[in-house]
């Protein structure tokens, strides 16, 4: 029987090659009709004979290209219309794009193959892609997303490449950064005096010098990498001291799951996250010691290879296990375009693998792992920005520009909000530079227009992207609470505007409602009706400031001080140098002193107390120290941390810690006994504030829930618990997921 269906598919179904296949899946069941881009996702018409629609239409989802994320598919019955064949249609053109642009996407298994074929015509082709691979947000311009439109315009396509673009039936219709060997653009390799422009000759030139323990830096899809072979300590070594990196882990790479196996331990869920389209740096336990890699840390962070580059360099013999760090120096944003990367890896970089094809804006490698409530993005970026992460109950274009560390920003357009990439640490001019350009880039690609913005920023009167807000001519400003917008970034997430729950959010630093520094702090409310805090951590100094947070004995010092009982830490086996000495002054006399509640600082102290008594070289260094100390232990003892009086109290915690080290406990064991009381008195809190308020779901959110050791014991401890926990799943936990937060405080205030 002839008959016709009209479908309509939502989710991440437009600039992923989803017409030209359902144009093939289509003919190859001899339907007839037309599918286009419609306002919110692909609608198509399809007649012919019933039994073919069926499958068909089953094959839309089972069959869909790997990119596509499809969020549901609507299938009515329809009046045929007497089609003879079947069609691509052009699309439906609005007022403002609402078109989702696609992150990048890795090369495809067929793409590889044909890499790999001699008798292809993109043979060993470092820039082979097609419409279900390559590149995205980094070549594009502008929209609509058309070739003229991104960092391809400078290479006419020849007839073979037009030929497979024009044709609905390739795999490359449309696809805009399609190129050949013999239209498109190549590798350029730079090594001294010597430049030698090709694909095959600079690869072997990249192979051999990676083999002889030299780095390279290489271009990528956003931006460059500084590579070398993780298995030789002193190309490491030297890595780290021309990049002023003292102990950051870096990230490596290797060229397949199996290699991927050998060096981390990865179950079902962490396979899948390294594989995913994002292919971001999965952390997971290492199976084996690469030295000066991630020091102190028993974690490694894998990935696999994303570009055809990549593989190419595996293919023709490069070292195993390759460090793939992103190209700066430490902390400043990561290079991505051939001048700056020349100038500023000048003395890092002993060769410079480029090419030719520029990157339209920055975007580094994401970060995620496997933890306790399942997988979560530790770094959003390549892969996964700037894709929609939420839908929001308003009309009003916002702008939320996060907070000064980790930083994202978030655009809100028609609802959808949109996170940008990883930005990083505004302090750095050249990070703050790419904030502007990141909101710039944003507000023109969705033809915002700056009066009718509605402009979110925290509310610490330092922060440097709070200044740039107050200073935009925008339709009107509003100011979020750090901790808070942590919460809300969870509520968001899962599009929860209502529901009271008990938000927790643990963190470094953050301005409070009192001017304090907050981090410790407990919640009662909704993202529509705010949230109330209703408890903390018990307050402490924190002498210097913000400042104390690069040295954990310094804030050792404004916590110790409240301890009458404490064992004299300057002694043995404590050790605490002068600086602990002289900060206890300043909290005694109450100079340069602020009240803190973080728990950020509550762990720096501990650290300091078990033996991390240097100052940090990044964020949350002695946190992690601490975690990676603790997680070697198999006790089960825990230090009180009770909770009274809206406060948790943090005296008998450290003092128990304290007199351990007196008695020469082992350090793993002191570092495990720590986190299990911080976990059990989290969950005492959580337990009796939520039969308080009568709430049945505590949020967790903010830096500290970075530590996955307290998670699983949170999800162990609350088990039993008629309490459901949620935490972030598609923004990071770090003040990377602030902008969203705000966003949604904004978008829902009254
Ligand atoms: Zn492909
Ligand atoms: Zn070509």
């Known amino acids: 029987m002839h008959t016709a269906r009209y479908i309509r598919i939502h989710g991440i179904v437009q600039g992923v090659g989803f017409r030209p296949f359902v144009y093939r899946l289509a003919r190859e069941h001899g339907l007839a009709g037309w599918v286009l881009n419609g306002e919110d996702g692909v609608a198509i018409h399809a007649e012919g004979p019933n039994e073919a629609l069926l499958v068909f239409a089953e094959r839309l989802r089972s069959d869909a290209p790997p990119a596509a994320v499809i969020a549901d598919i609507e299938v009515h019955e329809a009046a045929p219309d007497g089609f003879t064949d079947f069609t691509i249609r052009e699309s439906k053109r609005r007022d403002r794009p ?132 993780a298995q030789s300590t002193a190309a490491v070594n030297a890595l780290r001291e021309r990049k002023y990196r003292k102990e950051k882990p870096f990230a490596v790479m290797v060229k397949d799951l199996d290699a991927a196996r050998m060096i981390v331990e990865l179950n079902a869920d962490s396979e899948a996250l390294l594989i995913s389209v994002a292919r971001p740096i999965v952390l997971a336990p290492a199976k084996l010691e690469l030295p000066g890699v991630a020091p102190d840390n028993d974690e490694l962070g894998v990935m696999l290879p994303y570009t055809p580059m990549h593989h190419l360099l595996f293919a023709a013999g490069a070292p195993e296990i390759l460090v793939m760090t992103s190209a700066n120096r430490s902390s400043e944003p990561i290079a991505y375009d051939e001048q700056d990367a020349f100038d500023r890896l000048a003395g890092v970089a002993d060769a410079f693998l480029a090419g030719e094809r520029p990157i339209a804006r920055r975007v580094d490698d994401s970060v995620a792992r496997v933890g306790a409530f399942g997988p979560v993005i530790l770094r959003r970026s390549r892969g996964y920005a700037p894709g929609a992460v939420a839908a929001l109950p308003t009309d009003r274009p916002i702008l939320a520009v996060g907070a000064d560390l980790k930083n994202t920003v978030t655009l809100v357009v028609d609802g959808q ?80 505007w209502d529901r009271r729950v008990l938000g927790v959010s643990f963190d470094g630093t953050g301005f409070g409602d009192d001017g304090s520094i907050w981090g410790g702090e407990f919640f009662a409310g909704s993202v529509r009706q705010g949230f109330e805090r209703v408890a903390h951590l018990r307050r402490a100094a924190l002498p210097g400031g913000d400042a104390a947070a690069q040295h954990p004995v310094q804030a050792a010092a404004g916590f110790l001080a409240q301890i009458a009982e404490l064992p004299d830490v300057s002694a043995p086996p ?91 406990r082992q350090p793993n064991d002191m570092a495990r006994a720590f986190q299990r009381g911080v976990a059990q008195g ?69």
């Open 574 to 664: 404590f050790n605490f140098p002068a600086r602990y000495r002289n900060a206890l002054q300043l909290v005694k006399k109450d100079v340069r002193s602020f009240a803190t509640t973080s728990i950020g600082r509550l762990f720096d102290s501990a650290a300091a107390l078990v033996g991390f008594t240097r100052p940090i070289s990044f964020e949350g260094q002695a946190a992690m120290w601490l975690e990676a100390l603790a997680r070697k232990s198999s006790s089960s003892q825990s230090y009180p941390f009770p909770f009274t009086g809206g406060e948790l109290d943090f005296r008998p915690l450290l003092l128990a810690l304290a007199e351990d080290r007196t008695r020469g």
């Open 98 to 229: 609402t078109v989702r642009i696609s992150p990048d996407l890795p090369v495809c298994a067929e793409c590889l193959q044909e890499l790999f074929d001699p008798a292809d015509p993109r043979f060993r082709y470092p820039y082979i892609n097609c419409t279900n691979c390559g590149p995205r947000y980094t070549v594009i311009l502008a929209l609509p997303y058309d070739r003229p439109n991104t960092t391809m315009q400078a290479w006419p396509m020849d007839a073979y490449c037009a030929g497979q673009y024009h044709d609905p039936a390739n795999r490359r219709f449309h696809a805009q950064p399609v190129a050949c060997p013999h239209c498109g653009p190549h590798y350029v390799w730079h090594h001294g005096s010597e430049i030698v422009r090709g694909d095959e000759a600079p690869v072997q030139k990249t192979v051999e010098l990676l083999r002889e323990g030299k780095i390279v830096a290489v271009k990528g899809l956003g931006g460059y990498h500084l590579a070398c072979d």
């Open 417 to 496: 909000a949109f996170v940008s990439q990883h930005i990083g640490d505004l302090d750095h001019y050249q990070a703050f530079q790419a904030f502007e350009e990141t909101i710039r880039d944003l507000v023109s690609m969705y033809d915002v227009s700056w009066n009718e913005l509605l402009v979110v920023h925290d509310a610490h009167p330092q922060y440097l992207s709070n200044s740039y807000a107050v200073g935009l001519a925008a339709a009107g400003k509003i100011a979020v609470q750090h901790h808070r917008a942590h919460v809300a970034s969870v509520l968001a997430e899962r599009g929860e």
């Open 682 to 750: 989290l969950c005492d809190a959580i337990i009796a504030l939520c039969h308080q308020h009568n709430l049945d779901t505590g949020v967790l959110s903010g830096g500290v829930f970075q530590n996955e050791l307290l998670l699983w014991d949170v999800r162990e401890l609350i088990g039993a618990q008629p309490l459901q926990i949620w935490s972030n799943r598609a923004v990071p936990p770090n003040d990377g997921g602030i902008s969203l937060g705000q966003a949604a405080l904004a978008a829902l205030a009254r």
